[in-house]
Structures are given as C-alpha cells and as structure tokens.
C-alpha cells in the first residue's frame, strides 16, 4: 500500500527577539501508511540567540514620578538565588549585584568616570532592588532589569519626571478653615504623614496629633479626608502659621515611591483677637455697665425736670407782684 504523506511548516517568533530573524521553524510531515499515522517533527533553529534564555520573559513597567521623589524599582527576585542582578540606564550599567553578594557597585563604582546620579543610587542586598533617590527631570529615561540565573530574564523600567512646582502658599485671617489637598486619590497599600515644622500630626483618621504637644496646638481641630488624604484645619489661628508637609508611600509589585508635598500656611490676627476670653467678657460687662449707668442717669434727669416747680411762681403759674407796685394805706 502507498503511503501518503504531508509537510506543514510553521514558524514562530519569540517575545524580546531583536531581529525579525530570531525565530524557530518547525516542519511536520505526517504519513498515513496502512492506517498508522507516522509523525516526524524537524526543528530548525535559525538564530543562535533564540537560544538565550533571557529573551524567553520579557516585561515593561511605567512608571511616572515627580521631583523629589524616591523610587524602588522592584525585581521580584531574592538575590540569594541568582547568579546576577545587573541594571542599566540606556546602555550604561549603573548598578550589579551577584547571588553571592561578592560583587556589588553602583553608579561610579560600576563605571569610572559615569557620576549621572552622584551617590543617589542604592541596592536592597536582599533582593537587589535598585533605589533612585531625590530623582531629577534628567533621570527620565529606561532603566533595564536583567536578571541571570537558570531561567534568565530582562524587566524594563520607562520612567518619567516631572516639574514640582513650589510648596503650596495658603493665607488667611483667623477662625477661618483652610483645607490642604494631596493631589491625589488613596489607594489600600498607600500610607500618607502629614507633618508640621517637621513635627508628625496625623498617620491614619485614628492617630490624629499623637504628640502632646500636638494636641495643645490643634484641639480637636484637625480633619483628614479618607479618600484623598487631605488635611483640614478648622477655626484657624496664629500659632497655626508654618510649614506642612505631607509625606506619601506608594507601593505596588513593581515599584514603590516616595513622595513629598509642601505647604506653607500663613494665618493673620483679627484686630483685638490677641485678647483672651475672659478679658474679652469683663470688656463686654464693663461697657454693657458703663451704658446702663448712663442710660440711668439720662431718665433720672428727665423726670426730675419734670417734676420741679421754680421758685419765682405760686401754685397758680403767676409771679409773685412786685413790693414796689404794692400801695400802702
């Protein structure tokens, strides 16, 4: 019996490959041959790189910052169980960390000569997370991740940084509120610190001025905003004058930031305001005193004026004669 036979061709492009060259065929002929199917597969490996396992996982975050802020930039990994952890920012490695811990460097250590980052850059020697701190506009750019061990494989970080405007100026008089914005929407994992002259004020709605002398200052005064993490100052005073600082933790299984957000609060007196309570009553009691005794003294007039009879009439209303119009008989 004649056997009839079949090729199909297939071809398949791996993830991460740098030319459309990196691909495997795979020929399949299939005979059927007395009612048995007889398979053959052919593999042919056209590109020696196809074979490096690090284009095998490929992944690319982004990640937006602000100035100022602090970011880890997370590998996933514990470096105990890798070989190396490299980073590079474009093609200049930046920072390396073997499984061993036998080798680690960062920025200049790495490459003489390269101080981009001028001792901002650190690795967490757990897990070889790389920190960026106090990032700048001239940090933008992509950070690439390459991890190698037995299944080798290459993250890339696309940051980008923004301007900070200036710290947030709020004046105002006194006893009116003021409200303080984040600037953002809280998530679960996010934690947010409001600080005063670098004093802690809040952490959550429950740790509200845990400081004593925090809570001389403020009394009852303050509110956070669950859903944003704004902070509200009530009945504003003098003493409330100062810089605030709301500091924000953001974290997720790629990255975690640090952020910083400033405020300045200016609040002006009321005229007399400096007066305490008490002294502010014993002025309304002295004047409220001082307008009775007046008001006394005004109807005591009035009806004594009234009531006088002068002394050059009779009962009648007439004046008495004059003794030299009187006639003697």
């Not at 992509?142 to 696309?158: H, Q, R, T």
């Not at 009439?313 to 004669?321: Q, R």
Request: with cysteine; charged share 25%; net charge negative.
């Amino acid at each position: 019996m004649r056997s009839v036979c079949v090729c199909v061709m297939f071809r398949f492009r791996f993830m991460g490959a740098a030319n459309a060259d990196e691909h495997l065929f795979i020929r399949i002929r299939i005979c059927f041959l007395s009612g048995k199917v007889i398979m053959k597969l052919i593999f042919n490996a056209l590109a020696v790189t196809l074979f490096l396992p690090y284009h095998v996982a490929f992944d690319k975050v982004s990640v937006s910052l602000m100035e100022g802020d602090s970011v880890t930039l997370h590998t996933g990994v514990e470096t105990n169980q890798q070989d190396d952890i490299k980073w590079y920012f474009g093609d200049t490695r930046i920072a390396q960390i073997t499984g061993d811990l036998s080798d680690i460097c960062t920025d200049v250590q790495c490459n003489v000569g390269t101080e981009r980052f001028r001792d901002r850059l650190k690795l967490d020697h757990q897990t070889g997370s790389l920190i960026i701190m106090n990032i700048t506009t001239t940090d933008s750019g992509e950070y690439i991740l390459k991890i190698i061990s037995n299944n080798d494989s290459e993250k890339i970080f696309s940051v980008s940084v923004t301007e900070v405007p200036a710290a947030e100026l709020h004046e105002m008089t006194e006893r009116e509120s003021v409200t303080l914005d984040s600037g953002v929407i809280k998530h679960s994992n996010d934690v947010m610190t409001w600080y005063f002259n670098e004093t802690e004020i809040t952490g959550d709605q429950s740790k509200i001025c845990t400081d004593v002398q925090c809570k001389e200052r403020f009394r009852g005064r303050l509110k956070l905003d669950h859903q944003t993490g704004s902070l509200t100052i009530m009945n504003t005073r003098t003493t409330d004058s100062g810089d605030y600082k709301l500091l924000i933790n953001i974290r997720n299984s790629s990255f975690s930031v640090t952020r910083v957000k400033r405020f300045s609060v200016s609040v002006t007196a009321v005229p007399g305001s400096d007066l305490s309570p008490a002294a502010v009553a014993g002025i309304v009691i002295a004047v409220l005193l001082v307008a009775a005794a007046v008001a006394a003294g005004v109807v005591n007039y009035h009806r004594r004026s009234r009531t006088a009879v002068p002394q050059n009439e009779d009962d009648d209303g007439n004046s008495p004669p004059d003794p030299k119009s009187i006639h003697l008989r």
